[in-house]
């Protein structure tokens, strides 16, 4: 469990707005917030939910320490009555979320955060930090995987990520999204993932030559030896002195777990053939070809199209940092100001129709067909509709109200998406350990048709409102317009 | 001061490497490496080193804590012997690295590091992924920060960074590339840089109606008033309504240090004239216009262009993700084995002749016009080599060797870019404040001529090797082509 003081990971205004809350004496009127993105990563069909751990830990932990507050009293912004409650600050709210290694889809709530004003501004900056991150790169894992089918893939990317953090919980992300070890140590002790690995171009100029250094490795790691064999000429000297190397282990009766070559530069698609000769002609039929080089999901594609003899894909730079859309646009909007029971429904209006919130406290439900076990539909209604399997559904598109889909009783499942985390300051929910919320993730993943899963014009999911959060929308939209 | 335990940030081959080393006796082979890169980011005329501050206190907590090496054992790779060599683990070696703020260019060494190989091995994934991930953010910031030209630029990116250190690190590069401050209130303390910002959406949908909120924070913030216009209508509603409560301390007769406006959305070309007008005609003609809104060099540079009369520039996602080029792709070679006052220089090759390293344990040497203090060239020599400002300079272009450029004695002066941070594992450097490192990049970008610098097509700087090391250079490429 992470203990890193984290209370000032925050925007500055939270606490400017914060300070103007508590002088009102509004900052205990509690509210409803709603965590989600507007847009896909990557132009795909979805994305997988992460980093919810973390954000509990940083929960646990939100405390202000002496020397925060002697930060913050020394910016001449905060007067001391403010100051002093934050010393005491702790999170009383409640908190739904989507569970890790789940498959979400744009504008539907994976957070929803029922909080005093103060606390649930407070926490913002820091779930969107947490949120967008792990989820961006479980994503992208989800889809480099998807690329190497029933291929390895090694998560490689340390040593380009944007700082520690960075490689670490990406690391964790890119095991929730698929990937089946990291050479990250580090993020192997903290997640308990497993941690791969073999040597560097440095092992084999290091020593006198290249023939040396394979023997090396091989004497030592002789159950899992897998030699990189690019540092000088691929396949003039790097796969002839691995094959000679196999050989005097095959002479030697040592029998790897393991065992094959790495490629790390050139042309993966022929190199990789032409080694696959080399190696099958000297017996070694199972050795392994492993490669790395810039690869992401398009380009193990492409490989695989052409036929490249890889079964062990080492995959870095562009997924560590999701090279090609590296931010996720996770926003978090107030959505209802509680009011005793009943609740004030809030909306945020936008030249861009698209960037028009759906207001009040809502949840969503996915649906399954009863006989594919595939999603159908996610449907997004207010906290007080409850949906029954036993009664016909109607979904309407929201923007194209014409389009409609009726399902009758009996052929479709149900299931609430948000379940409790935190209830009134108490987490309630715990973590499975990472291996387990990968396994989770490949079940989810096998509610998609492999339509929404295709890296390129995928089909796209339909996320609808209820009658009745769709006329409250309507509503609040036109009182908007007119009022201010 | 950084005091995480991350001894165990790196790669899992750097271990099994290095248990070879230590099992035949090699591990205090001392080595030279050096850290580089290859190519500039965003198609840019030069890079800005930051990270060595986070590096150096990664170097100075660098040992394995008996958990860790638990961690390690139970993996069932390390043998004892070599688990209780990592027990007593500390650096002992030496780096040379260039300053932060330093305007630096590709193949050059900005890092080199002479240590034990096993020492040496361990410490690279680290010292890439820090160096890479503020170089990077730093470079970008340079871009955005000349493209505002005189304006104020805030760094706003915490909530989309991939994870928390890239939001703390990436704001300290942030602002040592030239932004004025961030919204990172953490960045903030840890760093001692300013922290800036407002208020958000929530404020105002919180309130009955956006005159209500925008009182209460003039009310509260007199001296620095910006007021968010956008939540539902910007002409409309948002600005009439913070002209009302400009008006209103007009004649209150406060007087604001700094007050204005932030647009966060739409059409800002427009919407600044627009808003301008209002603000001057209301006799607000000292009111900034500040704005956000995923912005970047390329549409601060069109903004301006259309004439938007904007003066603070809130930049988010694509600084602190740099996001068309997310990735330094820095790297760190073996370039010598030290053979007591001698050096075996070492060379890795490659198909791609960019890709060839520089062998040797070297210095670099930046030559300034003396008359003008612009750069003219860097200068790689072998560490043995003496420049000599008193002397005619032959330049040669390392590819194009017909490419030369003559420097008489006199017309010129020297730098030497590496100096030392490390002398055999003790820190002999004490990194600046940030905004003095702040300062030094403005200086050193000051030593740029504009055509570095322009966002598209910006000239080449040329880093020439001399005469020795260019040699040397042939000589172990044919040998090493023959050889193996």
Chains 1, 2 share one sequence.
Not at 33 to 40: E, I, Q
Request: hydrophobic share 35%.
């Amino acid at each position: 469990m992470d203990s890193r003081k984290l209370a000032l990971l925050t925007d500055f205004y939270e606490l400017t707005m914060n300070q103007i809350f508590y002088e009102n004496q509004d900052h205990n009127q509690r509210v409803v917030f709603d965590m989600f993105y507007r847009k896909n990563p990557f132009n795909g069909g979805y994305a997988v939910f992460a980093g919810l751990q973390q954000l509990i830990e940083y929960i646990k932990n939100l405390n202000f320490s002496p020397e925060d507050i002697e930060y913050l009293r020394n910016l001449n912004v905060f007067d001391d009555k403010f100051l002093n409650y934050l010393k005491d600050f702790k999170f009383t709210g409640t908190i739904y979320a989507v569970p890790e290694g789940t498959v979400v889809f744009p504008k539907e709530p994976l957070i929803r955060i029922e909080a005093p004003i103060i606390q649930a501004q407070i926490i913002e900056s820091a779930i969107l930090n947490i949120i967008n991150h792990q989820t961006l790169i479980a994503t992208k894992a989800a889809r480099v995987k998807w690329a190497a089918k029933n291929d390895t893939v090694l998560e490689f990317g340390l040593r380009r990520a944007q700082g520690p953090d960075a490689s670490v919980y990406g690391a964790r992300a890119a095991i929730i999204g698929g990937c089946d070890g990291t050479s990250n140590v580090l993020a192997g002790k903290k997640f308990n993932i497993p941690v791969k690995g073999t040597h560097a171009h440095s092992m084999v100029m290091f020593y006198e030559d290249e023939l040396t250094a394979f023997r090396r490795f091989a004497k030592k790691y002789p159950d899992s030896c897998l030699l990189l064999v690019d540092t000088y000429n691929t396949l003039k000297s790097g796969v002839p002195n691995a094959i000679k190397v196999f050989k005097e282990m095959r002479d030697a009766n040592i029998k790897p777990r393991l065992y094959g070559i790495r490629l790390d530069s050139g042309d993966l698609a022929y190199l990789s053939k032409e080694a696959r000769k080399m190696l099958d002609d000297a017996g070694f039929k199972d050795a392994v070809i492993s490669a790395s080089s810039d690869l992401d999901e398009y380009l193990i594609q492409e490989l695989k199209i052409q036929g490249a003899k890889i079964s062990v894909w080492g995959v870095g730079t562009k997924q560590i940092t999701a090279k090609d859309d590296p931010a996720l646009g996770g926003v978090y909007k107030l959505v209802q100001i509680q009011n005793g029971e009943k609740g004030i429904p809030k909306i945020k209006l936008s030249n861009n129709p698209e960037k028009i919130t759906n207001p009040g406290k809502k949840k969503v439900y996915r649906i399954y067909d009863k006989k594919t076990n595939k999603i159908i539909s996610d449907f997004i209604t207010l906290d007080n509709e409850h949906l029954d399997e036993n009664s016909t559904l109607t979904l309407y598109d929201e923007t194209h109200r014409w389009k409609v889909k009726t399902l009758k009783s009996g052929t479709y499942k149900l299931k609430e998406l948000l379940v409790p985390i935190f209830i009134n300051g108490e987490c309630v929910y715990k973590t499975p350990p990472v291996m387990e919320i990968r396994n989770h993730c490949q079940r989810e993943l096998n509610t998609l048709w492999e339509e929404y899963k295709r890296l390129t014009n995928p089909e796209v999911m339909h996320v609808c409102l209820s009658d009745n959060l769709y006329n409250l929308k309507e509503k609040l939209i036109y009182e908007s317009m007119n009022s201010k």
